[in-house]
């Protein structure tokens, strides 16, 4: 089961009101989105976390709602998410389903798929009926969780 890596200074940052920036698409990995509208960026220690991502894993960085600035490794072929205390990725909060959520690993990254959860699944502020696959720096929320994508080397390119 994953559990969330805490900066120990809690500087992680933290989404300020409004909507992101756009960001231009891009298959580059090392693309730090910027966290809020003052352009706060992530820690030294965030980036170095990305930068190392083993080649077909990702990253989940919490960037807004309960556990700011905890990291969830994506290692696996499925990664459950929810409030069931079994999910490999545990959120504690009422507003997340017991069993929210998947992540699945593909040739091309992870993608997620909504299990039905009643406040469902969102990427980039969108709401999703079917599975989507992620890209770097996607903006992922579960429940009041907000949380940033980033995706390892592909296999091949290790």
């Not at 994953?2 to 990995?29: F, I, N």
């Not at 960026?41 to 989940?60: H, K, R, Y």
Request: no cysteine.
């Amino acid at each position: 089961m994953s559990t969330p890596d805490h900066e120990p200074d809690g500087t992680a940052g933290a989404v300020g009101g409004g909507a992101p920036a756009p960001r231009p698409p891009s298959d580059d990995t090392t693309h730090i989105p910027i966290l809020d509208a003052d352009t706060e960026e992530m820690t030294a220690s965030d980036v170095s976390a990305v930068e190392n991502l083993p080649a077909g894993s990702a990253m989940l960085l919490v960037q807004r709602g309960p556990d700011s600035g905890a990291r969830f490794l994506l290692d696996s072929d499925v990664v459950t998410v929810g409030r069931h205390p079994e999910s490999d990725i545990f959120l504690d909060d009422i507003s997340v389903s017991r069993r929210h959520a998947t992540f699945t690993r593909s040739g091309s990254g992870y993608a997620i798929a909504d299990l039905g959860s009643l406040n469902g699944s969102y990427v980039n502020r969108d709401r999703i009926d079917n599975d989507v696959v992620l890209a770097g720096g996607d903006e992922v929320q579960i429940g009041k969780y907000r949380l940033i994508y980033f995706a390892g080397a592909s296999r091949g390119e290790a």
